[in-house]
């Protein structure tokens, strides 16, 4: 009978701290979710002072009196706001309480497209082997408008080690593959999602679905692009290539060269884009030499055109694509 079937338990956590602006659209993109699976949904708030808290509970009360519609099999909410650690530990708080049997973190200022969680109960139970599953995702700017599409592709463990092709708010995991590799590393306050891919991917079965998942969103407070975090973001990949992979990949250096060079170099040089692409490429041949020991072969595939042609393109325009389309 229908009633005995048994429906995958899909584990949601939402790390937040300020993100009142963002956080109604983050829940509701995940509680309207419709399909046949049981949605657990943790958020873990790191003790907002803004209105965070009262959207919490607006949402927890109309879940109780059955004033929400839901969609899908069945709904568990919980939340909880204290000061943490970071992103990391509050991730960890949330899947320490999670039960379901597929994981995955919605930041609060990201949101879920409709059909996202159907589509990953769908393929984790057609190929019950996966580890991790990912698909494609937007970029959106702080309005909500779609400014351009996440790079992703085909999984490559090689291709990870010098671009993360893989978008986090895209990405479901099933929990005893998550367990097995230990979790997230709550040492790493950056590129912690990085981390987990390798880990998963040395180990596990990836799959990429060519389906958008998710929008994720751009704006000022991102670490992605919020100029004070930028530099330790992209160092935290370089240090866990040369961890993993034994390799500083060029691109990776060049970024980090980049980054260093517009924070010391006089104003003239870093208003010149020639001269400051210029400056970062010697900075990056030295540091390239001595993080490989030498030349490394693997850099050789990444000295094409498509790569020089980015170097004159600002991170903007190379994250969302903006440079393929001109």
């Not at 099999?73 to 379901?100: C, P, V």
């Not at 997230?184 to 981390?195: N, T």
Request: proline letters at 3%; one cysteine or more; glycine letters at 6%.
């Amino acid at each position: 009978m229908e009633d005995n079937k048994k429906f995958p338990v899909i584990s949601i956590v939402t790390p937040s701290y300020n993100q009142a602006v963002f956080l109604s659209e983050t829940i509701e993109s995940i509680i309207s979710q419709a399909g046949d699976f049981i949605i657990d949904y943790i958020i873990v708030d790191g003790g907002s002072t803004d209105n965070s808290v009262v959207i919490m509970k607006h949402y927890d009360d109309l879940l109780r009196k059955g004033e929400w519609p839901i969609a899908c099999q069945g709904i568990t909410y919980r939340w909880i706001s204290e000061n943490d650690k970071g992103q990391t530990d509050a991730l960890m708080k949330g899947f320490r309480m999670a039960h379901g049997e597929i994981l995955a973190w919605l930041n609060s200022d990201d949101i879920y497209l409709p059909g996202a969680l159907q589509t990953a109960a769908t393929c984790f139970c057609e190929h019950p082997d996966t580890g991790l599953l990912y698909g494609d995702a937007h970029y959106c700017d702080s309005a909500g408008a779609i400014i351009g599409r996440y790079r992703t592709g085909e999984f490559d463990l090689n291709t990870l080690a010098s671009f993360n092709f893989i978008c986090q708010p895209s990405a479901f995991i099933r929990s005893d593959v998550f367990e097995a590799v230990g979790g997230l590393d709550e040492s790493l306050h950056f590129a912690m999602d990085y981390d987990l891919w390798i880990r998963i991917g040395t180990h596990f079965p990836c799959v990429y679905l060519s389906r958008f998942l998710s929008t994720y969103r751009l704006h000022e407070a991102s670490k992605t692009i919020r100029d004070e975090a930028l530099h330790e973001n992209i160092e935290a990949g370089l240090s866990l290539t040369i961890k993993y992979f034994n390799w500083a990949p060029l691109t990776r250096v060049y970024a980090s060269c980049n980054c260093s060079c517009k924070s010391s170099l006089p104003g003239f040089i870093v208003k010149s884009r020639l001269l400051l692409v210029c400056s970062a490429l010697v900075c990056t041949v030295f540091r390239s030499l001595w993080l490989n020991r030498g030349i490394c072969r693997n850099d050789l595939k990444l000295l094409n055109m498509a790569n020089f042609r980015k170097l004159f393109k600002s991170r903007m325009e190379v994250m969302t694509g903006q440079h393929d389309q001109q």
